[in-house]
Every structure is written in structure tokens, then in C-alpha cells.
């Protein structure tokens, strides 16, 4: 399993990688239009689905490359590869929106992405929240649990995909797949049967990971602490989700902060699995899941800057000659060079300022353990020239040269006893002093 783990962390990391490129082109392609999402009003719910794609797929990413004993990466993989097919969805019917259809039927793809990235999603998010930190269940009887949700979302999807009427997640969308409208009732129960087992897998989740933290040691609690708050959060989300769909109207505001807060939500546990292994050595790689986590932001920001530059420079060159052109292009790509090298030197300093820790604050680390590494470190720092002048001040030094002469004389009565193998050692020092 080892083996094939990194083939597959790179294969599923490529995809959403591609995933995050083609939707961010997509919605710029749209204008940035507002997709046909459930409660999905602004741009906030898009940006939303950047965050919590970018971060599942660094933290997994890195996990699965450097742990892959552990499920956990791959987990965090298929994760994001789930809510990035979403967002593609959502960027794709953007376009829809503005007359532009690409290769695929825009109710072909919403109907997908409804019952997959809604089952599919919540699934993975279940079984990620009752196995981690270690790959394994807290326990025997948590495959109860586990049966529950695979069996929540298996009715979920099913449900959703032959539902008549709108559908879940897109409602500007008929079902293209329903079955009779007679078996609406059945399908309706179906769906509610299926949410309700996955509304219990969550709360179920909850309280394994209080119990994990419960019977973890002090350095294991300090690893835990923030992102068992942070998969809690998530929880609660997902629920508050749950009872929006039921009980708001599609352009409910309130429906749309729920909706935001629980899609940011999902970024939030990679943030704190990052700041539990930068800061108290989580699984031991605290040095390389920083790297990754300026990499990742460093992408997103730029993300963020490209689409906002693009779509500036689009207006204005729209507003001065009525077209577009592609000097707002090559325009975006000159800020993105420019502002490459000050945006990565500024999170290196954050992450170093904030991330990093003091050894006092990791439990069962001895603070005086690090004043050897400290000297170790600040004579690496110095130069040649620096080095060069200590060692002709050593020499220099009288004192030194008498040491130096004394360790050199110590040596002559060995070189003696080899040329005159038949004197003893005690006789033959004897005889050098006298």
C-alpha cells in the first residue's frame, strides 16, 4: 500500500490541481458571474470553494508523500477532489448562465455534482474525522458508526439522483434522470433517511475525536487541540447546511452566510493540522507542511490577484475602447511576476514568526536541549573571512603554540618505541625525560 500511496497522492493532487486551474479560467471566462449554487448570491461562496479546495490539497498532498502509512493524506485528497469537482461544476454553469455551453449539458452536470460532491463530500469528511490522527477507528464498535454513514450516503445518492422535481444543490435545475412522479414520496423519505444518517455520522465524529482527546496524552492533546475544534466547526456547519435546505428559501441571505461559512469551514482542519504539526511536531514533519503552506497560500493569493487583475484591466480596457484586449492579459501577467518574490518572503516571515513555536511550549521538550543546536547554527552563519580570523588569532595566541608543543612531545615516545621495538613503554619514558 505504501508503495502505491505516492503514485496516487500525485495522480489525485495533479487532478485537482488541473481542477482549481480550469474553474478559476472558467469563472473569469463567465465574468465571474454568480454560479446557480444553492444560496450561492456573490462571489463569496466561489472564493469559499478556493480556500477549502487549496488547503485539503496541500495538507493531503504532503501527508500522503511523507506518511503514507497513514490514510490520511489520501483521505484529505479525495476530500478535495470531491469539493473541486463542485467548484468546476460551479464555474462550468456560470458560464452556462452567460449563453456559453461547453461539451457537456449544463443539467447533466449539475445533476452529477449534486448527488456526488453532496454524498461524496460528507462521506469523506466522515470517515477522514473518525480516523484520524493514526489511520485507525477510536475502536471496534465505530464501524457502527462508519456502516451508518457509508449507508447514509449511498441512500443520499441514490435519492438525489432519482428525485423528481428541482434539484438539490442547483434548483435552477430539473432532475434529467427522475423516476416516476408516484415514487416522490419514497424518494423524498429516502433523502431524509440518508441526510439523517449522515447528520448522525457527524455528531458521531464529534464525539470520537473528544474521546481520542480525552484519553491522549499532554503532548498528544496540544497536537490535537486545534484541529479537533476546527473538525467540530466543520460539524456544525454541516449541519446548520442540512437545515438551511429544508427551512430557507433559495435567496435567503442567511442561507448564503450558512452556505459560505460551511464550505470556508472545510479549509479550516488542514489550516490546523498545519499549525499542529509547525508548531508542536505533529507526525514529524513539521519543516516540510510549512514549505508546503507557503507554496499553497502563495497560489491561492496569486489566484486571487489574477482574477481580480484580469477582470480589472478587462473594464477598463472595455470602458476606454468597447472591446477587450489582450494587453490585460499580458498586464496580469506582469503584476503576477511582481508580486511573486514580495508575497512568498512575506508568508516565509509568517510562517516563522507565528507558526514556529518556542521549544518551551511543546510538552516533554527540554528548552535548554537547544542552546548546542543555537551555537551549531550561528557557526554555520559565519563567512570565511570570519573563520579565517579566528584561526590566525588562535595561532597567534603564545599560550596556544605552548599547548600545541606539549600535545606534540606527548607524541615522540610513540614514535620511539616504534623504532626500538624491544624497550618497554615505562623504561622508554623514563629514559625521554630523564
Given at each position: 500500500m505504501a508503495v502505491l500511496a505516492r503514485p496516487f497522492a500525485l495522480a489525485i493532487a495533479f487532478a485537482v490541481g488541473v481542477f482549481v486551474l480550469v474553474a478559476v479560467l472558467l469563472w473569469a471566462r463567465a465574468d465571474f458571474?454568480?454560479?446557480p449554487y444553492k444560496f450561492m448570491l456573490g462571489p463569496a461562496g466561489m472564493l469559499a470553494f478556493v480556500l477549502a479546495v487549496t488547503t485539503q490539497l496541500v495538507s493531503g498532498f504532503v501527508l500522503a508523500v511523507r506518511r503514507p502509512d497513514l490514510p490520511i493524506g489520501r483521505l484529505s485528497l479525495i476530500f478535495a477532489f470531491v469539493i473541486g469537482e463542485a467548484m468546476v461544476a460551479n464555474a462550468y454553469?456560470?458560464?452556462?448562465?452567460?449563453g456559453v455551453v461547453g461539451p457537456w449539458q449544463p443539467t447533466w452536470v449539475a445533476w452529477f455534482t449534486s448527488w456526488f460532491a453532496f454524498s461524496g463530500g460528507a462521506l469523506t469528511a466522515l470517515v477522514l474525522g473518525l480516523v484520524f490522527p493514526d489511520g485507525r477507528l477510536p475502536g471496534r464498535r465505530w464501524g457502527v458508526a462508519l456502516g451508518l454513514a457509508l449507508a447514509g450516503a449511498v441512500i443520499t445518492a441514490a435519492a438525489i439522483a432519482l428525485l423528481?422535481?428541482?434539484l438539490i444543490l442547483y434548483p435552477a435545475y430539473r432532475n434529467p434522470a427522475a423516476l416516476d412522479a408516484s415514487l416522490t414520496g419514497w424518494l423524498t423519505a429516502a433523502t431524509v433517511v440518508g441526510i439523517g444518517l449522515l447528520a448522525f455520522?457527524?455528531?458521531a465524529v464529534s464525539?470520537?475525536?473528544?474521546?481520542?482527546y480525552r484519553r491522549a496524552d499532554e503532548l498528544l492533546q496540544v497536537q490535537l487541540r486545534l484541529y479537533i475544534a476546527s473538525a467540530i466547526g466543520l460539524t456544525v456547519g454541516f449541519l446548520a447546511f442540512l437545515a438551511a435546505l429544508g427551512s430557507l428559501p433559495d435567496d435567503s441571505p442567511v442561507g448564503e452566510l450558512i452556505m459560505v461559512a460551511f464550505v470556508a469551514s472545510g479549509g479550516l482542519p488542514p489550516i490546523a493540522l498545519l499549525l499542529a504539526i509547525s508548531r508542536y511536531r505533529?507526525?514529524?514533519i513539521d519543516a516540510i507542511l510549512s514549505r508546503a503552506f507557503v507554496f499553497g497560500t502563495l497560489t491561492a493569493i496569486l489566484a486571487g490577484?489574477?482574477?481580480?487583475s484580469i477582470r480589472l484591466f478587462n473594464s477598463l480596457f472595455t470602458a476606454l475602447t468597447g472591446e477587450n484586449s489582450d494587453a490585460a492579459l499580458v498586464i496580469t501577467t506582469l503584476v503576477i511576476a511582481a508580486t511573486f518574490t514580495p508575497i512568498k518572503r512575506r508568508l516565509e516571515t509568517l510562517v516563522e514568526r507565528r507558526f514556529r513555536a518556542p521549544e518551551a511550549a511543546v510538552p516533554g521538550i527540554d528548552p535548554e536541549a537547544s542552546v548546542g543546536d543555537a551555537a551549531v547554527d550561528v557557526a554555520v552563519d559565519l563567512d570565511d573571512a570570519a573563520v579565517g580570523r579566528i584561526a590566525a588569532a588562535v595561532l597567534a595566541d603564545p599560550g596556544f603554540a605552548a599547548l600545541l608543543d606539549t600535545h606534540l612531545r606527548a607524541l615522540e615516545p610513540t614514535a620511539a618505541v616504534a623504532q626500538e621495538p624491544g624497550i618497554p613503554p615505562t623504561e622508554d619514558r623514563h629514559r625521554h625525560h630523564a
Open positions: 458571474a454568480t454560479p454553469l456560470a458560464l452556462a448562465e452567460q423528481p422535481g428541482r455520522g457527524g455528531v464525539i470520537a475525536l473528544l474521546l481520542r505533529l507526525y514529524d490577484v489574477y482574477t481580480a
